[in-house]
Every structure is written in C-alpha cells, then in structure tokens.
C-alpha cells in the first residue's frame, strides 16, 4: 500500500479553499479520501463586481491566506499541488497582476479559468465514472460571480455557457434583467432538444440544502423540498441563520440567492428533481492532479 497526498486551491468569488486529498494506492485498487478542507471567507467578489478591482486590503488578505496555505502544504508534504480561481479574479482589471504577486511572495502559481474548464474540471474527473453515459446531464455550478451551465450528453461537452449571475452579484444587484431573460431562453431552448435532463448541482450552497433536507447520499432532492427549505431558510433573518440555524456569517447571506438560481433553473428546464454529490473544483483538480501524476510516473519507467 502506498500513501500520497495532494492539494488543491480554489480561489472563488465568497471563499478561497484548500483542500488535501489521500490517495491510497492498493494494489490494482485507488481510494481518494479527503483529509481536510480549510476554507477562507475572502469575499473577492464584492469588490470586483462592484468596482472591478481588487483593493490593496482584500489584496493582503488573499495573499496572507496563500501564505498559510503555503506553509501548510510543506507540514502536510505534498506531493503536489494546484490553484484555480474563477469569475471575481477573471474578471479584476488588476487579477492578472495579483497571481504574479502571489507568485512572487507565496511560491503558488495561480491558474485562472474559465466556466467552461471549470465544469469540465469537476465533471470529468469527479463524476464520470459515476454516471450514465447514454443520458443527458446539465451540470450547474453556482458561485459568488457566476453560474456555470454545461451540458454533456454520451459522456460529452455538447452546450457550456458562464451567466454573470452568481450570489453575491444578486446581493448587489448587479445582474442585468437582460441576463437572465437570457439564461431562461437557453434553457428553455435546451431542455426543448434534450430530453429526460438529470440536473447536478455543485457549489457549498447547494451542499447545504443537501445537508439540511436529510437525504441520504446518492438520493435526488425534488423542486419542491428545495422549495420547502428556500421558504424555511428565508424567513428567518441574517441573524437568525446564523444564531439558530447555524450557517456561517459568509453563507446565512449568499444561499438565499443561490436558492432562488437552483429553483428558477430546475423551473426553467422542466426538472423535477437534482442530484447533489459532495464534490467540487477542488476534488477535481486533485483527481487531474492525480492523473498527470500516474502519466509522469509510467513515461518514466518506459524510458
């Protein structure tokens, strides 16, 4: 048996996260098991949605938080490591010249991708071998900056599309009526040449409607009890989600929205019900990270 660990970073609009991973290498068996996950409330996305920019505060803040990322991936002895961010540092006027910074003071190289890639990421190294390659599956990812919509049918990208609507832009009222007449449109348009759509939420706020409702993992949570708790949920007020409900300061706000994009989603294709398995852009870059690690270690046997 053969232990390796390996981390991933993912720098979002609401949070920025680290994840280590275990991979057991047994035999012709591989078991990839979380060992931790530490997640940064660093709100990038209320800035850059509101001024396009990153503040110098926010900056040192995001470049403290890779400091000790930094130093807790060299106790943890990684074998290696990668940094994604999405939508609020795609979008900063100055993103690009903070990863150089990061870079610089951390160590870390930063890869900023785009919402095609991040779905592609999540789905085809996350949930792949768990699926149906015959059905027709719209994986909605919904962040701080953006939702992530990609169909993949026979196992395939076929449709991707990235909407600036994301949580924290609706808290700012920053998404255009435009947008999402849009987004119902290219909805409504798929689900009209694809039948039989199984929907897959990703993304920390879905996780907790999960949570909340019970299920046992694997099970499908319809319209209506995603329904149920956006109803419970939203009235009680910010304080009360995090006094009685228990929610974090940085989710008891942003998951009222995020319900409300699932429920008009699932409402605008016709989709009864959503699958939420506990995975996201991190367990996919490790699964990806994995995999280069294999490659690397085969082409250098053959030579």
């Not at 803040?61 to 890779?66: F, S």
């Not at 409504?188 to 046992?216: A, E, T």
């Not at 304080?239 to 409900?245: H, P, S, Y």
């Not at 852009?281 to 699964?287: C, F, H, R, T, Y």
Request: with cysteine.
């Amino acid at each position: 048996m053969k232990l390796l660990k390996f981390a991933a970073i993912d720098i979002g609009s609401n949070a920025v996260r680290l994840l280590f991973t275990n991979v057991i290498e047994n035999k012709n068996k591989t078991v990839f098991k979380k060992s931790s996950l530490i997640r940064m409330p660093v709100r990038l996305g209320e800035e850059v949605f509101s001024n396009n920019v990153i503040s110098n505060k926010m900056q040192e803040k995001l470049i403290q938080t890779m400091k000790a990322f930094s130093y807790l991936m060299k106790v943890e002895d990684v074998v290696s490591c990668r940094a994604c961010a999405t939508s609020a540092m795609r979008e900063a006027s100055n993103g690009a010249e903070l990863v150089e910074k990061i870079k610089k003071e951390t160590g870390i190289g930063i890869q900023i991708i785009d919402g095609k890639e991040e779905a592609d990421i999540i789905f085809s190294n996350s949930i792949s071998n768990k699926i149906a390659v015959s059905n027709n599956y719209l994986f909605v990812d919904v962040g701080g900056g953006s939702t992530e919509i990609t169909l993949f049918s026979g196992g395939k990208v076929e449709q991707s599309h990235s909407f600036n609507i994301g949580t924290i832009r609706l808290m700012k009222k920053k998404v255009k009526k435009s947008e999402k007449d849009y987004m119902k449109k290219w909805l409504k348009d798929l689900s009209g040449k694809y039948n039989d759509l199984v929907i897959i939420g990703s993304g920390g706020n879905i996780n907790r409607y999960f949570k909340i409702s019970r299920k046992k993992e694997g099970k499908p949570l319809s319209y209506y009890h995603l329904l149920e708790m956006y109803d419970m949920i939203s009235s009680f007020s910010y304080n009360d989600r995090i006094k009685v409900l228990g929610f974090n300061p940085d989710r008891a706000d942003v998951i009222i929205p995020a319900g409300e994009v699932f429920l008009n989603i699932m409402k605008w294709t016709n989709v009864k019900q959503i699958y939420v398995p506990k995975i996201g852009l991190s367990d996919g870059i490790v699964k990806q990270l994995y995999k280069e690690y294999v490659n690397e270690k085969n082409n250098g046997t053959n030579n």
